[in-house]
């Protein structure tokens, strides 16, 4: 089974920068280049996960409006590897991060199958 791990968080000033890295295990790389929508989610104290970004098999993208100019996502599908580079944090990025990939991207939400999340701090 198909499982998904982040890495790369941790605690950073305003206005810096981190990149967020999720491994796939399980699938194969054409699956992830071809089949599966993939994308990041953060969920803050108390809330529902949100939808930050996500990165569709024709390469179009979303991005949350918050993050829009700010975050850029991406993958490597060779090394089933996606990415979530954070420009310019704020303190409202301060959040509980995960990755996911489903089959539809309207349905990420959804997600066949979810990282165990990591932690981003941003202190001002």
């Known amino acids: 089974q198909a499982q998904l791990a982040e890495s790369g968080g941790g605690s950073a000033q305003a206005g810096g920068s981190l990149r967020l890295t999720c491994t796939v295990s399980?699938?194969?790389?054409?699956?992830?280049?071809?089949?599966?929508?993939m994308g990041w989610f953060r969920q803050f104290p108390g809330q529902e996960r949100e939808e930050v970004a996500h990165l569709d098999t024709d390469k179009s993208t979303f991005y949350d409006d918050s993050v829009k100019g700010r975050f850029s996502i991406s993958k490597d599908s060779a090394s089933k590897t996606l990415f979530l580079q954070m420009n310019s944090l704020n303190p409202d990025d301060t959040a509980k991060y995960y990755c996911a990939a489903h089959l539809v991207c309207g349905r990420l939400q959804e997600a066949s199958f979810w990282g165990q999340g990591i932690q981003v701090t941003v202190s001002s």
């Open positions: 399980g699938l194969r790389s054409d699956y992830i280049n071809s089949a599966y929508c």
